[in-house]
């Protein structure tokens, strides 16, 4: 039997991997965008 901390810690991980995953994709993102505006300036 898992107990409530282990389902605590195992959740905190999975949400902290989620943040990390979805912070990673709006930072991609954002790059790609600028890359796009600095290269259509030009």
Request: without cysteine.
């Amino acid at each position: 039997m898992a107990t409530r901390r282990e389902w605590m810690q195992r959740f905190g991980w999975m949400a902290a991997l989620w943040l990390g995953g979805v912070f990673t994709l709006a930072a991609v993102a954002y790059v790609i965008r600028v890359l796009m505006q600095a290269l259509g300036m030009r």
